[in-house]
C-alpha cells in the first residue's frame, strides 16, 4: 500500500495527469491503487466489467482480441506512461479487448465506480478527465485508421484507400 | 533496352539538352548515358525484395552522397530510379536494395551475379548530413524506406562524436519484413544509439511494440527542440510522422523526407516527375518539409 502522499505525487507526475490542480490529484488518488502483473497475466479481459483504469508506470501490454482460427490478435501495444482503458467511461461499462502483459507491468489503477461517483457531483473532476480521456481516443483512433490502410504492403496488396 | 536502343536514347537526351542550352558541364559527364556494372553480389532480403551489390566494368566507382538514387537499366525492360543504399565510405561497391513491384523491377530481380546493368547518376539532393552537427538525430523509416536512409545512418554513425543523440525509428508490415535484420540487430546493440523497430501486425513470437511508427516517435528519447529529423517511407506514412515529430516539437525546417515520383531523364529536363513548383528529380529527392508541408497535405499533386 502506497502512502496517500505518495500516491498524490505519482499522478502527478504523470504526463496524463499534468496540470491538474492538488485538489483534483486527492480526489484522483482517492480512487486509485498500486498494481503489479506478471508477464502473460491478464489486465483484464473481453466482456468483463469494466470498473477501472490504467497509467501504465512500467513494462508492456498488450490490447488484443481473440479471432475464430487465428487464437489472440494483438492490436496494438501499450508501454510506459501510456493510458489503458475507457470503457468504464461508457455504459454498459465492459471491456471490448484483452489487455495482457507481455512483461512485468507495473501501473496505477483508478477504480472506475469511484471515479464515476465523483464526476455525477464534481463536474471540474469530469471536465478534466474528459478532455484528457478524448484525445488519447482520437489518437488510438487514428493509429487504428493508419493500420488499417496496411501502408506497408505489396502495391498489389494495398486496400483502396 | 539493346545498345542500339540505349545509344538512340543518349542521342536523342542530347539533342534535348543542346536544344534546352544546357550548361556544358551539366552534359560533360554524359548523365543520358548508362556505364555499364556488373552483379557482384546479389541477396534476397524479404520475400518481394533484394540488395545487388554492383562495380563498374569501365571507370572508376561512383562516390555519392546519402539520399542520393542512381537510374537503373535492366536490359530489355527499361529504367527505374532506386535510391542507392550502401555505405558512402565505401563507393567501390554501389549497393542498390529494391522491392519487386512492375516491370522493371522484377526483371531486375531475376538478375544473377555477373549479369549487367545500366547505371546513370547520382542524382538528386541528399540528406543533409553535416547540418546536424551538434544536434540529436532522429531517423524515422517505413517498410523499404530504410533503404534510402541507411547510407545516412553510416555517415552518422562515422562521425558519431559530432552528434548528440540517435535514434532510428522503423516500423515494418510484419517482424518477417524487417529489412536489414542483421544491421538493425548490430545498431540496437550499439551503446551511442538507440533503435525502436514496431510492426503493423505480428503472429507467433514476436515481443516488441505493435502499432504505427508515429507513436514511437510520441514517446521520444531525444530533444526534439534540439533535432535534425529525417523520414522515409510511403507518403502517408511520412505525413503522420512528420506531423508527429512537429508535435513533439521539432522545428519544421529541421525535418526533411524523401519524396517519390516516376521518373524519366532524373536531370530536370523532361518534367515527369514534377511536383508542384519542384521537379523531384533535381529539387528533390529530399525535401525539407517546410517548403513542402501544404503541398504534402493534398493528396494528388
Ligand atoms: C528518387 C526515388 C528513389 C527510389 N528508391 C527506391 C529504392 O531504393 N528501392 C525501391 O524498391 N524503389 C525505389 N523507388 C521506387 C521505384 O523507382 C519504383 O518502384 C519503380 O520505378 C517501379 O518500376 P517498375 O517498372 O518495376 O513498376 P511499374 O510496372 O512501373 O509499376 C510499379 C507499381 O506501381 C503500381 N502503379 C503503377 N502506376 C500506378 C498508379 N498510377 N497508381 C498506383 N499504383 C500504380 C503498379 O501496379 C506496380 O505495382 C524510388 C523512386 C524514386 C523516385
Ligand atoms: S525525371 Fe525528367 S524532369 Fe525529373
Keep these: ?161 | 533496352m539493346d545498345a542500339a536502343a540505349a545509344a538512340a536514347l543518349a542521342d536523342r537526351l542530347t539533342e534535348t539538352a543542346a536544344a534546352a542550352r544546357l550548361p556544358a558541364s551539366l552534359t560533360e559527364g554524359d548523365p543520358w548515358r548508362p556505364r555499364p556494372f556488373r552483379i557482384d553480389r546479389w541477396r534476397r532480403d524479404l520475400s518481394d525484395t533484394f540488395t545487388v551489390d554492383l562495380v563498374p566494368l569501365d571507370g572508376p566507382p561512383l562516390t555519392f552522397a546519402p539520399g542520393q538514387f542512381n537510374m537503373l537499366y535492366v536490359h530489355g525492360a527499361g529504367e527505374v530510379p532506386i535510391s542507392i543504399s550502401g555505405d558512402p565510405d565505401q563507393p567501390e561497391r554501389l549497393v542498390h536494395t529494391t522491392r519487386a513491384v512492375g516491370q522493371v523491377t522484377n526483371a531486375m530481380k531475376a538478375l544473377r551475379v555477373g549479369d549487367t546493368l545500366g547505371v546513370r547518376g547520382p542524382f538528386g539532393t541528399p540528406w543533409p548530413v553535416e547540418a546536424a552537427f551538434g544536434h540529436d538525430v532522429v531517423i524515422v523509416a517505413g517498410g523499404i524506406g530504410l533503404a534510402p536512409l541507411r547510407p545516412l545512418i553510416h555517415a552518422v554513425l562515422a562521425r558519431r562524436e559530432r552528434f548528440g543523440t540517435v535514434v532510428l525509428l522503423y516500423g515494418a508490415r510484419t517482424p518477417e519484413d524487417i529489412l536489414y535484420r542483421a544491421a538493425v540487430t548490430a545498431w540496437r546493440g550499439r551503446f551511442d544509439m538507440s533503435v525502436h523497430v514496431t510492426v503493423d501486425r505480428a503472429t507467433g513470437r514476436w515481443s516488441g511494440p505493435i502499432g504505427m511508427v508515429t507513436k514511437l516517435i510520441a514517446r521520444g528519447g531525444f530533444d526534439a527542440r534540439d533535432t535534425m529529423a529525417y523520414v522515409c517511407g510511403p507518403e502517408v506514412m511520412m505525413r503522420h510522422a512528420a506531423q508527429a515529430l512537429i508535435d513533439k516539437g521539432v522545428a519544421a525546417e529541421r525535418l526533411f523526407l524523401s519524396m517519390e515520383r516516376n521518373m524519366k531523364c532524373a536531370i530536370g529536363l523532361c518534367g515527369h516527375c514534377q511536383w508542384g513548383a519542384d521537379f523531384v528529380c533535381k529539387d528533390g529527392p529530399v525535401f525539407r518539409y517546410d517548403r513542402v508541408a501544404a503541398r504534402l497535405a493534398q493528396a494528388e499533386v
Design chain 1, 1 to 161: 500500500m502506497v502512502p496517500m502522499q505518495d500516491m498524490d505525487d505519482l499522478l502527478n507526475a504523470h504526463p496524463f495527469f499534468a496540470g491538474l490542480s492538488p485538489r483534483l490529484l486527492e480526489e484522483l488518488a482517492g480512487c486509485a491503487r498500486n498494481e503489479r502483473f506478471d508477464a502473460g497475466d491478464y489486465l483484464f479481459q473481453e466482456g468483463g466489467v469494466a470498473d477501472r483504469f490504467y497509467i501504465l508506470r512500467h513494462g508492456q501490454v498488450a490490447v488484443e482480441v481473440k479471432a475464430p482460427h487465428a487464437g489472440a490478435v494483438v492490436l496494438e501495444t501499450l508501454h510506459t506512461d501510456d493510458t489503458l482503458g475507457w470503457s468504464w467511461l461508457v455504459p454498459p461499462h465492459h471491456w471490448t479487448f484483452d489487455a495482457r502483459a507481455v512483461t512485468l507491468v507495473r501501473a496505477v489503477s483508478l477504480d472506475g465506480v469511484c471515479l464515476r461517483g465523483k464526476m455525477e457531483t464534481d463536474h471540474e473532476l469530469g471536465f478534466h478527465l474528459l478532455s484528457r480521456f478524448v484525445p488519447v481516443m482520437g489518437e488510438r483512433l487514428r493509429a487504428a485508421r493508419l493500420q488499417m490502410l496496411d501502408l506497408y504492403a505489396p502495391p498489389g496488396l494495398t486496400p483502396p484507400a
